[in-house]
C-alpha cells in the first residue's frame, strides 16, 4: 500500500511542482555524470589507442637476449598478433662511404598498430602504409640517406648483402626519442639478417616482440606473462612505454576527473538545497498527516520510499539523457578529435545510479526524518525547532559517501582527496566568513534610505539563511571559476608546455673546439641555441653505500638505471622547466662546491635523500657530490634535461661533449644538410614528427575537455536557482506584510536588490577566493603545473556575482510582488 500510494503521491508532487527542483537536479547531476563518464571514457579508450599506435602494439616485450618461443607460443593461444623487431648498430657501405647506423630489422607484420611514413622512389611526398620494407629491400630515414648520398633506387651494402633501397623511411611509430640511439635508421626485413652475417656472439641487440589484440586477451596474457619475465626482459604498454605519451595520458585523465568530480559537488549542493525546500514546504502537510493519526514510521516510510522511485527516475532518465548527450558530442568532435572512439563500457551506468541514490539519500534523508519528527503542534505553531544530533549525524554520513563518490569518479586518489579537502575547508570557511559579514554589514545601516535599511535589515533578521545562500552560491561560483577561467588557464599552461615553436632538433657529440663554430654557424641560421656541456659518469656509491642492480632487487628500472651510464652537466642559472621541490638551488657563493642538485624522480626510484653523497666515476676518476636539491622537470617540453646538475667548478675538468636543442621551421631543413657537411662527426636528430604528434594529441584533448566542462556549467546553474528559490520562499510572508503595512513597491524593489546584491558580492569574491588558492594547488599538486594567479579575478567575480543574483533573484521576487498580499498571509511562512 505504501509503495502503491507512494507512487501516486510522486505523479501529483511532480505535477504540482514540488518536486520538479529536486528530481531536475537529480537528472542533471545523472546525465551530467554519465555524460561524462561515457565521453570520458571513450576519450579515455582512444587516447590508448593513439598512444598504443605510437608503441606500434598494444603491448611490447624488450629483451637484449632473444625471447622464449613459450612467448610466442602462449600469444598464439590467447589469439594475439604478433610481430618482431631486432635493432642493432652496424656500419652499411655506399659508394665507397662508410656510416654507423641503426639497424632495425622487422618481420612482415610490423607495426601491429599505427602506419609507418615512406617516399618510394619516383615520389615528392610522403605517405602512410601499415607494412615495412619487403624482403630484398630496404628503408633508410633522411638523416642516412642524406649522410651517404644515396636516394631511392640505388643500392647500399648491410654486412655481407647488397641490397636496393626501395623507400626513404620518414616515420615509424614506435621510435619515439632515444638518445641512446644515436645513429640514423636503415630498416630492413627480419628474412634478410641471416644473409648479412651480422647477428655474431656479443652482438648489441635489442629483441622486441609486438603484441596486439583483444583488450582482455592482452590483460591474460599479460598476468600469465609477468610471472614469466626473466632477468634483462621487460612488458611495456600505453601506461609505461613512451614517458611523453605517459605524461599527456595522465594529465588528460585529470582534467577529464577534474570535469566529473566538480560536476558531482555541484549537483550535492543542488539537491541539498532542493530537498531543504521540499522539506520546508511539506511540513506543514506532515503535521496535519500526523493529527490524522499517521505514524512516525509510516510518514518516514511513504516518504522514503516516495524518495526511492524518484531516484529510480531520476537515474533512469539521467543515464538516457547521458548517453543521448555523448553520442551528440562524439558526433561535434568527430572531425576534432581526429581519433577513432570506442564503444564506452558498462561503468558510467553504474556511476549515474550510484550518483542518484548517493545524492538523493545522503542529502534528503536527513530532511525527511525531519518531516517524519514534525511534531503536530504544527498545525497551530508553525515552528520546527533545531536539527536533533542524528539529523546532524546523517548529514555528516552524506558528505562522507559523497567524499567517497568523488574519490571515485576523479579516477585519481590525489585529485579526488585535493578536491574533497578544498570544498569542505572552503564550505567551513565561506560559513564563518559569511556570518561574520553579514553581522558587520548589517551594522551599517543608520542614517541610510529605506532601501538600503531594509534590505541590511533583512540580511540581518535572516543571517543564518543568508549564510547558507552565500555558502550555496559561493561554491557553485567557485566550481563555475574553476570551471571556466582556472581551467582556462590550467590549459593554456598545459599547452604552453608544448608550445608551436618546441625544440625540433637535437645535436649531440658536440667538441669543446666547435662550440663556437657551431653556435657562430646556427645563428647564422636565425638559431639561438644553448650549448650544454654533457658529461659521462657511473654511479657507484649512495651514502657511503656501494650500489649495483642487486640492491635493487624488486625494481626493474632502478637496475637498468645502476647499470648505465648518467648524463651529468654543471650550470649556475635554474634551467626554464625545472622547479626546486626540497632544498635550495645552488647559490652565486657556491661555485667550485661539491654539490648535486638531483632530478626527483630518479632520486625516488633510487632512494636518494637530501644530503646524501653520491660517488660517480668519470673517466676513471671518482668525483663525490652532496645532494643539496631535488628538482621536478618538465620532460614534456623536448628540451635537453638532465638527472644530474653541479655548480660550475666541479666537473669541468672531466672530458665533455656538448648537447643542443632547438626549433627549426621547415622552411629550413635544408640548412641542416650543409651543417652536417661543415661538421661531420656531429648527430642531428630529427624529433619534429614526435613533437608534432604531441602537439596534436594535446590539442585533441584540450579542444574535448572545454566541451566536457558543459555539463558541469549547467549543474552550476541549477545550484545558483536552487538558492534564489530559497530566498524566495523566506521572503514571501515578510513581503506580503510589509505590503500590508503601506511600504511601496519601488521601496521593496529597491531593498530586496540591496540585499541580493550583498548576498551575491560576497559569494563572488569568496568564490574568487577559493578557485584561486584550489585552483593553485591542484595545478601544482595534481598536474605538476605552475598557475599565475589572476588578480583581477576577486574584483570581477565579485561585481559578477551581485549582477547575477540580481538578474536572477529580481525574477522569481517580481512574481513575488504581483501575489496579492492576502493570499501569502493566509498561507503563512
Not at 136 to 143: A, S
Not at 290 to 305: F, N, P, S, Y
Not at 315 to 329: D, I, Q, S, V
Not at 751 to 762: D, S
Request: charged share 20%.
Amino acid at each position: 500500500m505504501i509503495a502503491a500510494f507512494s507512487w501516486r503521491l510522486l505523479g501529483r508532487e511532480l505535477r504540482s511542482g514540488e518536486l520538479r527542483l529536486l528530481f531536475a537536479a537529480l537528472v542533471v547531476a545523472v546525465a551530467a555524470v554519465t555524460a561524462v563518464g561515457f565521453f570520458g571514457d571513450r576519450v579515455r579508450q582512444g587516447l590508448k589507442r593513439e598512444a598504443q599506435q605510437m608503441m606500434g602494439g598494444d603491448l611490447l616485450v624488450t629483451s637484449d637476449h632473444p625471447l622464449p618461443e613459450s612467448y610466442r607460443e602462449e600469444a598464439r593461444r590467447h589469439r594475439l598478433r604478433i610481430a618482431e623487431t631486432l635493432v642493432f648498430p652496424s656500419m652499411v657501405m655506399a659508394g665507397g662511404q662508410a656510416q654507423l647506423a641503426d639497424i632495425k630489422a622487422v618481420s612482415g607484420s610490423y607495426p601491429l598498430r599505427g602506419s609507418l611514413g615512406r617516399i618510394l622512389h619516383g615520389e615528392e611526398t610522403s605517405r602512410e602504409t601499415g607494412r615495412g620494407p619487403e624482403a630484398g629491400t630496404v628503408w633508410l630515414d633522411e638523416r642516412l640517406a642524406s649522410a651517404l648520398g644515396v636516394r631511392a633506387g640505388e643500392t647500399l651494402g648491410v654486412g655481407g648483402a647488397m641490397l636496393p633501397v626501395a623507400a626513404i623511411l620518414t616515420r615509424e611509430p614506435d621510435r619515439g626519442v632515444n638518445f641512446f640511439s644515436l645513429a640514423p635508421r636503415l630498416m630492413m626485413h627480419l628474412e634478410d639478417i641471416g644473409a648479412t652475417g651480422l647477428i655474431q656472439f656479443g652482438a648489441r641487440i635489442r629483441y622486441t616482440l609486438m603484441l596486439a589484440g583483444d583488450e582482455r586477451d592482452v590483460a591474460a596474457y599479460r598476468k600469465w606473462l609477468d610471472r614469466q619475465l626473466a632477468r634483462g626482459e621487460r612488458v611495456e604498454d600505453a601506461g609505461n612505454a613512451r614517458p611523453e605519451i605517459r605524461s599527456i595520458l595522465d594529465r588528460s585523465e585529470r582534467f577529464l576527473g577534474l570535469a566529473t568530480l566538480l560536476t558531482v559537488i555541484l549537483s550535492a549542493v543542488a539537491v541539498a538545497l532542493a530537498a531543504r525546500r521540499y522539506m520546508q514546504r511539506h511540513l506543514d502537510a506532515c503535521a496535519v498527516m500526523r493529527c490524522l493519526g499517521m505514524t512516525q514510521a509510516r510518514l518516514l516510510g511513504l516518504h522514503a520510499t516516495l524518495f526511492l522511485w524518484l531516484s529510480l527516475l531520476a537515474g533512469l532518465l539521467g543515464c538516457a539523457l547521458g548517453f543521448a548527450a555523448h553520442f551528440m558530442l562524439i558526433k561535434w568532435l568527430r572531425d576534432v578529435l581526429a581519433i577513432d572512439l570506442p564503444f564506452a563500457g558498462w561503468l558510467p551506468l553504474a556511476a549515474g545510479f550510484g550518483v542518484s541514490a548517493v545524492l538523493l539519500f545522503g542529502f534528503a534523508f536527513p530532511p525527511l526524518l525531519q518531516l517524519a519528527r514534525v511534531p503536530t503542534l504544527r498545525v497551530l505553531r508553525r515552528e520546527l525547532g533545531a536539527p536533533q544530533a542524528s539529523l546532524l549525524g546523517g548529514y555528516l554520513f552524506g558528505l562522507l559517501l559523497l567524499a567517497g563518490l568523488i574519490v571515485w569518479v576523479a579516477g585519481n586518489l590525489r585529485l579526488g582527496l585535493l578536491a574533497v579537502a578544498g570544498f569542505a575547508g572552503a564550505l567551513a570557511a565561506f560559513w564563518a566568513i559569511a556570518r561574520l559579514l553579514i553581522a558587520v554589514v548589517s551594522r551599517g545601516r543608520g542614517g541610510a534610505g529605506f532601501g538600503w535599511r531594509q534590505g541590511l535589515a533583512s540580511l540581518s533578521r535572516h543571517a543564518p539563511s543568508a549564510a547558507i545562500q552565500v555558502v550555496a552560491l559561493s561554491i557553485g561560483l567557485m566550481a563555475m571559476l574553476l570551471l571556466t577561467v582556472i581551467r582556462g588557464d590550467l590549459l593554456a599552461t598545459w599547452q604552453g608546455s608544448m608550445p608551436a615553436d618546441a625544440p625540433n632538433r637535437f645535436i649531440i657529440n658536440i667538441q669543446p673546439e666547435q662550440r663556437e663554430a657551431l653556435a657562430s654557424e646556427l645563428r647564422k641560421q636565425g638559431i639561438e641555441a644553448d650549448l650544454l656541456p654533457m658529461v659521462r659518469a657511473r654511479l657507484v656509491r649512495i651514502g657511503g653505500q656501494t650500489v649495483s642492480p642487486a640492491s635493487y632487487p624488486e625494481d626493474e628500472r632502478a637496475q637498468r638505471l645502476i647499470e648505465r651510464e648518467f648524463n651529468l652537466s654543471w650550470r649556475s642559472d635554474l634551467p626554464d622547466g625545472n622547479r626546486v621541490v626540497a632544498g635550495q638551488w645552488f647559490g652565486s657563493d657556491e661555485s667550485g662546491q661539491a654539490l648535486a642538485s638531483v632530478e626527483e624522480g630518479l632520486a625516488k626510484t633510487l632512494g636518494i635523500r637530501m644530503g646524501d653523497e653520491l660517488a660517480f666515476v668519470v673517466a676513471g676518476v671518482e668525483k663525490t657530490l652532496r645532494v643539496s636539491s631535488l628538482r621536478k622537470l618538465s620532460w614534456d617540453s623536448m628540451r635537453v634535461n638532465f638527472f644530474v646538475l653541479a655548480p660550475p667548478g666541479v666537473i669541468e675538468d672531466a672530458p665533455a661533449s656538448y648537447i643542443t636543442s632547438f626549433h627549426l621551421p621547415s622552411e629550413s631543413a635544408a640548412a641542416m644538410a650543409d651543417l652536417v657537411k661543415n661538421f661531420p662527426n656531429l648527430t642531428l636528430i630529427d624529433v619534429d614528427a614526435v613533437v608534432r604528434q604531441l602537439q596534436s594529441v594535446i590539442g585533441q584533448v584540450a579542444r574535448a575537455i572545454q566541451f566536457v566542462f558543459v555539463f558541469a556549467l549547467l549543474a552550476g546553474g541549477i545550484v545558483l536557482y536552487s538558492a534564489m528559490l530559497t530566498a524566495f520562499d523566506e521572503r514571501r510572508y515578510e513581503l506580503a506584510v510589509m505590503r500590508a503595512l503601506g511600504a511601496q513597491r519601488q521601496q521593496l524593489v529597491q531593498a530586496m536588490r540591496v540585499e541580493l546584491a550583498i548576498v551575491g558580492g560576497l559569494a563572488g569574491l569568496f568564490a574568487a577566493a577559493g578557485a584561486m588558492v584550489l585552483g593553485a594547488v591542484v595545478s601544482q599538486q595534481a598536474f605538476q603545473l605552475e598557475l599565475t594567479p589572476n588578480l583581477w579575478l576577486p574584483f570581477l567575480s565579485a561585481a559578477g556575482g551581485a549582477l547575477l543574483t540580481v538578474a536572477i533573484g529580481w525574477q522569481g521576487f517580481r512574481r513575488l510582488l504581483r501575489a496579492p498580499p492576502l493570499l501569502a498571509l493566509r498561507n503563512g511562512t
